[in-house]
């Protein structure tokens, strides 16, 4: 009962700091002592705090007093490190604790050799199971099932199925539903534990199984799975091959990090930034996303080559050079709105071939209304400052063709990558604030070279 | 067994073409078997892909035929207008259909009004259960809680809990865990329903309780509800009053939309749009985003003043017009991958104290490395271009300048608005960029004054 609400409470900078002051003096009784007291999510919270030099030297003094729970948790970053530092025993020994699916997900990122040093060490069916997963390609539901589950023929009563279950010593504690199969393996439903429970012995099995529950192929996308869990409210769900037949189970705390993983990923596409950053070495950082700045760079440069076909307008007018940023600006935080919408409606699956040019349509209308009010704004801002009414027309104009064109760029640009395969959280955001740089200067300073010079 | 793994697989464009035919021809019997076909996401799923005419339509073609499970499933705005279509009886039927959490989520923007004539359609056990968790705070863990759960003396044996399941009629489907109270109603624990049915009938419960497992308070918040589940890879948390009294238990699939929520809105306000805005029309989405873009005004009008300083240097040398947005831009891009990678790092609990100086010195290094890498690229580039070796010199130092303020910019101002217990997803990048766009302006424009003219 003791466990506080949020488990970061529990991890504070004050233990951070012991922790960090125990391993400086080489206190290694009181690293043990004090990462002993945590829980498996606590641990990992401390790995990922400490510093490299830090963690590896927590690593060496913890061993396999390390809870192998906690490597789960891990960031990949940060798990490959503490990996290199334990050897293929150790790293075993972690696996041997876990069920095959977790097992698997610590092994994945392994060499090829250290991979099979560690499973030379796992005894022959964890061995298997492992393997068994790793056959299954990164993020399908084969590799993120788990193979133990409790599976009963579709002739059994309760009486047999309550028997089978009391006996069998190797079940996992957290099952919650009997799988019922047919004589070829097929899945034919499931029974809740707790329906099971309150069902007389001598009822066939067959009488109180869910026939409709969802399933998913074992070649099915991870985010096509957490949209499963999500739309059917699911606690497991089974995994079946080609032929239909029971090949595992996926529960929903995998599920759970499932689609924290798939936020992040929109989250740090949209941002530019790829995965794992914060955990990666400066220079392999800078890199990573110097890729990103790359790219807006060559954005960049194209908005200022469209300037530089102006320079003679801004050279008589040189406020020109002034107001020119506003309207870019404008544009393309309008866009980013739209599109950060749109890409989520899209994750989401709420933006479709049925309401995408509903959807088109009422941003084009935002884009518009949005356009009005900051047209009026800046035109009689300008009016007031430079007491040039044509210069406020002019900026009022750029200002509604700017967030007009941000509206359409906004939509139709993630919507017509989706349609072409492209991740539409990636590649939006440069591609809106080209046509909203590009725009925006060319409407402003052309439409000022044409009244104003 | 025959769920597609998508459930969008189930309503396809083509099927809300069909239903928008039937709708505008009044087919009412068609329309009723397009959707009874459907599970309960499914029809979500159609009613949030209507127009809105269209939408007040089928609900009112269905009725009570509408399946209450898919009004959880519906985005708040869209939910408002379908329960705006239907009567107190119908949305009491509903209600009824459901537990006491989800119903409270349904009823929960009702008017005072309309809720009182809701419940008074309700018999007095299901009233009292809505109401009690109608008086937590939204967002609370009592109000996700629900009140349904299995409680059990801790003076029980085994068996003794077995019969009780056996004969009580009400206990749910969903059970998974039994939960173990003392005699003051405090909880003492949980048994997984998988456990207790392995176990024989005359053991103790208390001897194969879990004592330790993590529970929350009916106040805690639901971004820390879910941080719990996430930790602990829970399927079920059990809520308890400030005296450790069992209140009700949260579901994982409540969590799940709660994770899903959460990461929505970070991403959302990252972009600078309101949660909901998918389906809030036109006038009023517009309305919503003219806030944002009204602060995004002022940065700009503040970047333009800091140009107009310079106003006599661009005059003379026209070339630095054309140039200045590429330092200010990529400031901007540079600053945005920082922000992003910080404000992920805060929600996720990554990002501490205890770590938060070395993110700081991290992301400057990284700021500086590719600081350098575009000063050497853009210096050459301008050298190559303009023929002008000062001028170069002059966009290589502000771009080094502006990237690495963007770094410091994009760490201290997420982590100083988190620790002012400002939210640092919405307002972190338009404090970034009114930094980069000043800091590049006047690096850009200040070198070239000082050493070109």
Redesign the interface.
């Given at each position: 009962?003791?466990?506080e609400?949020?488990?970061?409470d529990e991890?504070t900078?004050d233990l951070?700091?012991r922790i960090e002051d125990a391993l400086a003096e080489d206190r290694a009784g009181e690293v043990r002592r004090l990462l002993g007291d945590l829980?498996a999510?606590g641990q990992a919270?401390v790995l990922?705090?400490?510093?490299d030099p830090e963690r590896d030297k927590l690593v060496g003094v913890l061993g396999r007093d390390l809870d192998p729970e906690a490597l789960i948790?891990l960031?990949d970053e940060v798990l490959e490190s503490v990996l290199g530092q334990l050897n293929s025993k150790d790293i075993a020994a972690a696996a041997h604790e876990l069920e095959s699916d977790d097992a698997a997900s610590i092994l994945e990122d392994l060499s090829d050799k250290e991979l099979r040093e560690v499973l030379a060490e796992l005894p022959a069916n964890e061995r298997a199971d492992i393997e068994h997963a790793l056959a299954y390609p990164e993020g399908s539901?084969g590799r993120m099932m788990q193979r133990s589950l409790v599976r009963v023929p579709d002739g059994w009563a309760i009486g047999q199925v309550?028997d089978y279950?009391?006996e069998?010593?190797d079940?996992?504690?957290?099952?919650?539903d009997i799988f019922v199969v047919d004589l070829e393996g097929r899945?034919?439903?499931s029974v809740?534990?707790?329906?099971m429970?309150?069902t007389k012995r001598p009822v066939p099995i067959l009488d109180i199984v869910d026939?409709?529950?969802?399933?998913?192929?074992t070649t099915?996308d991870q985010a096509?799975?957490a949209?499963?869990?999500?739309?059917?409210?699911?606690?497991s769900c089974p995994v079946?091959d080609a032929e239909?037949r029971l090949q595992g189970v996926i529960?929903?705390?995998d599920?759970?990090?499932v689609?924290?993983e798939e936020?992040?990923e929109?989250?740090?596409k949209?941002?530019?930034?790829g995965v794992d950053?914060?955990h990666a070495?400066?220079?392999r950082?800078?890199r990573l996303?110097?890729v990103?700045?790359t790219v807006?760079?060559a954005?960049?440069?194209l908005?200022?080559l469209v300037?530089?076909q102006f320079?003679h307008s801004?050279?008589k007018l040189?406020?020109?050079?002034?107001?020119?940023?506003?309207v870019?600006?404008?544009g393309g935080?309008?866009g980013?709105?739209t599109?950060?919408?749109a890409?989520?409606?899209l994750a989401?699956?709420?933006?479709?071939?049925?309401?995408a040019l509903?959807?088109v349509a009422?941003e084009t209308?935002?884009g518009g209304?949005?356009g009005m009010?900051?047209a009026l704004?800046?035109g009689a801002?300008v009016v007031a400052w430079y007491g040039d009414w044509q210069l406020g027309a002019v900026i009022a104009a750029a200002m509604i063709c700017n967030l007009v064109a941000a509206a359409l760029a906004g939509t139709l640009i993630p919507l017509g990558l989706q349609k072409f395969g492209v991740d539409p959280a990636v590649s939006s955001t440069v591609f809106l604030?080209t046509v909203t740089?590009v725009i925006g200067f060319v409407a402003f300073l052309g439409l000022a070279t044409l009244f104003l010079l």
């Open positions: 009962m003791s466990v609400p949020d488990v970061l991890v900078p951070i700091r829980s999510p919270s990922e705090q400490l510093s948790e960031n539901a309550i279950c009391r069998a010593t079940l996992p504690d957290d099952v919650y899945l034919r439903g809740p534990l707790g329906r429970l309150r026939p409709d529950i969802p399933s998913v192929p099915a096509e799975v949209h499963v869990f999500r739309d059917f409210n699911l606690v079946v239909g529960m929903v705390d599920v759970v990090d689609i924290d936020a992040e929109d989250l740090l949209m941002g530019g930034v950053d914060m070495d400066a220079v950082t800078a996303r110097a990103w700045l807006n760079l954005t960049a440069v908005a200022s300037i530089g320079e801004i050279e040189v406020v020109l050079a002034v107001l020119m940023p506003i870019a600006s404008m935080n309008a980013t709105q599109v950060t919408v890409v989520r409606a989401m699956g709420e933006l479709t071939a049925a309401n509903r959807f009422k209308v935002v209304l949005n009010l900051f704004v800046m801002a604030t740089d």
